[in-house]
């Protein structure tokens, strides 16, 4: 049985720092396209970083430069380092695994807010 389990999430002031863990169990962070997307209120949930078997990492323009998806194989984890917050970045932000074949799960979710 796969689950993800995010953790991090909080309240911080704009221009500070967070960063938010996705425990796996069931499926290895090495094997799928391992994804961070955010859902604000009354908007559609998106895509703000992923990180494919390869390492390769992807990022949404408006985070670019900003935050940071890694992986730690080890410990199964997949991180998302968020610097330079904004209140428009208050979410909540889900983990995901997916792979080529058209499945995918989804973690619990965990709220970020940026206070201004």
């Known amino acids: 049985q796969v689950q993800l389990v995010e953790s991090g999430g909080g309240l911080v002031q704009a221009g500070g720092s967070l960063r938010l863990s996705c425990a796996s169990s069931g499926i290895s962070v090495s094997i799928y396209t391992m994804g961070w997307y955010r859902q604000a209120p009354g908007k559609t949930r998106e895509l703000v970083a992923d990180m494919t078997s390869r390492g390769t990492a992807n990022y949404a323009d408006v985070v670019k430069g900003r935050f940071t998806i890694s992986r730690d194989i080890a410990k199964n984890t997949v991180y998302l380092q968020m610097n330079s917050l904004r209140p428009d970045d208050t979410a909540v932000y889900y983990c995901?695994?997916?792979?080529?074949?058209?499945?995918?799960?989804w973690g619990q979710g965990t709220q970020v807010t940026v206070s201004s």
């Open positions: 995901n695994a997916r792979n080529n074949r058209g499945w995918n799960s």
